[in-house]
């Protein structure tokens, strides 16, 4: 039918764009306040229980339909007196007619050294790509393609990740890779021809006091992919009595990026929990392509995390005679 062939063909031409770039990870600017999301060695870094939610637009104003759009949700927290750690988060990506729903768990566990403290995670879980039917302009409406949409089965997800944190927790750099599975993407019993591609990462970053008032914290993102262009973000972010921070960044062959946020907890002594608020502006620089000229990228994200429980001493008695 008629409508079979050309969604065959959309799906062909979503899965060749991913073989050509190879980057089937969404990545965020803010990527030092989401770290669970590429390496599950963060599992239990937190304080306390802690929530983070993001949510990314990408290439607004390009004239772009339906233009990439993810959305994180994680949660976050130490087991056993930070000897180990627990973390799930939810991956729901958009770009195009395509849709990829991701459903991942960690669990970390912390090595004391006397330097700091070496942690060795583990993520398991699923990952389900879909056609959007509803974008879909058939000249069949009757079809059952367009009436069920176009979906892969759920694939399994795997992945390990280390995570070095110094004993005064200004430096830490970690390592990981994800999609150890390599799962093929299968829309069709008819039409099967990429995969998840393994995707390693490495990242860092330092905090600096420069006084009391003043920190200044470097952070480094990097992504290889094979057969896909080497990828790095670096980001240098300037904070003020822990209350607000201001910094600017670089992806390679890509933006300028610009972020700001606050601490509500330390701007307010109405909050109890801590709340942070960050927002970033990506300055898209991809000259030959003219409708990015006036495209920029937009992400927000809040974190929040509940007040830590401090142990409380209940003294014992003698049975008195």
């Known amino acids: 039918m008629f409508i079979n062939k050309n969604i065959l ?29 590429y390496n599950p060695a963060f599992a239990g870094t937190t304080e306390a229980l802690k929530f983070t939610l993001f949510n990314r637009n990408q290439w607004v104003a390009s004239g772009f339909e339906n233009a990439p759009v993810t959305q994180t949700f994680s949660a976050n927290t130490p087991l056993k007196d930070g000897t180990m750690g627990a973390g799930i988060h939810i991956l729901n990506d958009k770009a195009g007619l395509e849709r990829n729903f991701s459903l991942l768990g960690s669990y970390a566990y912390h090595l004391d050294l006397k330097s700091g403290k070496l942690g060795m995670g583990i993520q398991l879980g699923f990952k389900q790509y879909r056609v959007n039917q509803g974008d879909i302009k058939a ?60 995707h390693f ?3 860092g970053g330092y905090n600096y006091r420069i006084n009391t008032d003043y920190m200044l914290k470097p952070a480094l993102w990097l992504n290889y992919v094979a057969k896909a262009p080497f990828q790095a973000q670096l980001n240098v972010t300037g904070e003020y009595k822990e209350m607000v921070w201001l910094g600017i960044g670089y992806r390679s062959g890509a933006a300028l990026t610009f972020n700001f946020g606050v601490n509500a907890d330390k701007i307010s002594e109405k909050f109890k929990e801590k709340i942070q608020i960050g927002y970033s502006f990506d300055y898209v620089m991809v000259s030959k392509i003219p409708k990015f000229k006036n495209a920029g990228s ?24």
């Open 9 to 37: 063909a959309i799906a062909a031409l979503l899965l060749l764009v991913q073989k050509v770039f190879a980057q089937q990870d969404p990545q965020f600017t803010q990527f030092q306040f989401n770290q669970l999301v």
């Open 139 to 198: 000249y069949d409406k009757q079809d059952p393609l367009v009436n069920q949409g176009i979906s892969a089965p759920m694939l399994p997800e795997v992945g390990i990740g280390f995570l070095y944190r110094d004993k005064d927790d200004k430096f830490y750099a970690g390592i990981s890779s994800m999609h150890l599975t390599q799962s093929k993407i299968k829309y069709t019993n008819e039409f099967a021809n990429s995969k998840l591609l393994r």
């Open 201 to 203: 990462y490495l990242n």
């Open 298 to 321: 937009h992400e927000i994200f809040i974190t929040y995390m509940l007040s830590k429980k401090e142990k409380t001493h209940i003294p014992k008695f003698k049975r008195l005679e």
